[in-house]
């Protein structure tokens, strides 16, 4: 019963995350042709600048969305969210947010500290989840090999 329902949930999951992939996906098919029908604009307006805030808060968008397909696609391959690319999305919107306000001149000092403080504990998160990561992964290379010893002596260290 338990292992039933876990396979119904598992399957609702991926077709959430199959649902969300292709929204995401299409959202980035369609970013990138507006990015090209916008580029028709910055030489016929004569507010470049206007339109540079414009396609750079687009493409920076597009950056956004693709460090979230990755998250999702990985999804499906290792069967868990990996925190890495989750804190990348929030580092590139953090960025794109700091950016796109300082190009138009619309940042106070004060919320410089804030968003700085978030970049500087979204970069912790980010060097800590690599860091656990890499920690796992020995874990698991070190079980996988003593593993092997025991059930074949031959593949042990050698003296």
């Given amino acids: 019963m338990k292992s039933t329902l876990m396979k119904l949930y598992d399957k609702v ?15 980035i098919i369609v970013g990138v042709a507006r990015l090209f029908f916008n580029l028709g604009d910055l030489l ?38 990996r925190m890495t690319f989750i804190v990348d999305a929030g580092i590139v919107f953090v960025l ?19 968003l700085s403080a978030l970049l500087l504990v979204l970069g912790s998160l980010r060097i800590g989840s690599i860091l656990v990561f890499q920690r796992e992964k ?6 996988g090999r003593a593993e092997a010893q025991a059930s074949c002596p031959a593949f042990g260290p050698k003296a």
């Fill in 138 to 143: 020995r874990m698991l290379d070190g079980a």
């Fill in 44 to 81: 016929v307006n004569e507010d470049i600048t206007r339109q540079y805030v414009r396609i750079i808060s687009e493409v920076l968008t597009l950056f956004i969305l693709i460090e979230l397909s990755r998250s999702l696609t990985d999804y499906f391959s290792e069967h868990r969210l």
């Fill in 13 to 27: 999951l991926c077709g959430a995350f199959s649902i969300m992939l292709l929204f995401i996906a299409l959202g």
């Fill in 96 to 114: 794109r947010e700091i950016m796109i306000k300082l190009f138009e001149h619309r940042i106070g000092p004060g919320e410089i500290y804030a």
